[in-house]
């Protein structure tokens, strides 16, 4: 079935200035938007009064969630408006994907909207300032989120992946190396072997390169003295077997959940992975069959959510969080109270 976004509320009167915006230049200037806002407890205060859902908490790998919706990975990559998002009301926000090295990623123009769809296309190569930045200021915002919370609290995930200029041989180091850094300060962290824009990375999508990369960091965890959370994020273009194959292996190898998924890889109109409407049936089906397969599994739906009662679809369907993101580029932040 063909499903699009339309505007809520107010946001009706803004989207169309913001779509006059490039795409990227747009994501931007949201961001700094929220940083500000989130860094005046005034703005806070009315970010939750006009955006915040009212729903149910949920208790997941140790962790008290105070509800179901997530910001997914890909929209604040440096960790840079998380007070911001925080005061919109997500119960967990995932920053990221955060690799070793500072990069720029891929040339632009890198982002398209595809309005027809309600899709965007991407193929922005994991731009970020590396980990010794990002992880400072992960650090400083978890002190302030801690002093404002005496209970349960927004959850930070933190999504990894490795350099365009590693190796695939070398690519467990990368993963090692941030997992090391972030162990402390993450309430879960997610492996991404699955995002199009960075050259071979999907094939790190099998059981013998995940086992190279899960086994040090399952190592390091369990000399840890914080058991952090470890997902895995796949791609939702993966055969069905192979997919099966490696989400049993993960269960084996005592990873905590699957994010399912990314954005599907497209050549047209443009080269990149596709996020928005057109994925919501695809991933709708996908939860459904590994839930069905895997009745304990923790899994994070993640693609073309965004419809008026999504969220319940998706906990039906079997997922335990969902996450959201280019719907909001296309129904504005009052989303979260219409999901």
């Not at 796949?234 to 055969?239: F, H, M, R, T, Y």
Request: aromatic share 8%; with cysteine; proline share 7%.
């Amino acid at each position: 079935m063909k499903h699009t976004y339309a505007p809520i509320g107010l946001y009706s009167l803004c989207k169309p200035l913001l779509f006059r915006i490039p795409p990227e230049k747009a994501h931007k200037l949201s961001l700094r938007a929220l940083g500000l806002a989130g860094s005046l407890p005034p703005a806070r205060y009315v970010l939750k009064r006009f955006f915040s859902p009212d729903t149910q908490s949920l208790s997941l790998f140790g962790h008290t969630f105070i509800n179901r919706i997530g910001m997914a990975a890909g929209y604040d990559k440096n960790a840079q408006a998380l007070d911001g998002l925080e005061g919109m009301g997500f119960g967990h926000i995932e920053v990221g994907t955060i690799t070793p090295k500072p990069q720029k990623g891929n040339p632009n123009p890198r982002v398209h909207r595809l309005p027809q769809e309600s899709a965007l296309v991407n193929r922005l190569g994991f731009p970020n300032d590396g980990l010794d930045i990002i992880a400072k200021r992960i650090e400083s915002y978890c002190n302030r989120r801690n002093k404002r919370y005496s209970g349960p609290r927004p959850i930070l995930g933190i999504n990894i992946g490795k350099n365009k200029t590693t190796a695939n041989a070398q690519a467990y180091l990368d993963y090692k190396e941030c997992f090391t850094r972030l162990k402390d300060v993450a309430d879960y962290i997610t492996i991404n072997v699955s995002s199009p824009n960075t050259p071979n990375l999907r094939a790190l999508q099998s059981e013998e390169e995940l086992e190279k990369i899960l086994t040090p960091i399952l190592d390091i965890r369990q000399k840890s003295a914080s058991h952090v959370p470890i997902l895995v994020k796949l791609s939702p273009n993966l055969e069905h077997n192979t997919r099966t194959g490696m989400i049993q292996k993960l269960v084996e190898w005592s990873v905590d959940g699957v994010i399912l998924s990314n954005t599907t890889k497209t050549s047209h109109p443009w080269e990149g992975g596709k996020s928005g409407a057109p994925l919501h049936d695809a991933t709708l089906s996908l939860i459904q069959e590994t839930r069905s397969r895997f009745p304990n599994l923790v899994i994070i739906a993640s693609g073309g959510i965004g419809l008026d009662g999504d969220l319940q679809t998706f906990i039906e369907a079997g997922a335990d969080l969902i996450q959201i993101w280019t719907a909001l580029v296309y129904r504005g932040p009052y989303l979260l109270r219409r999901l």
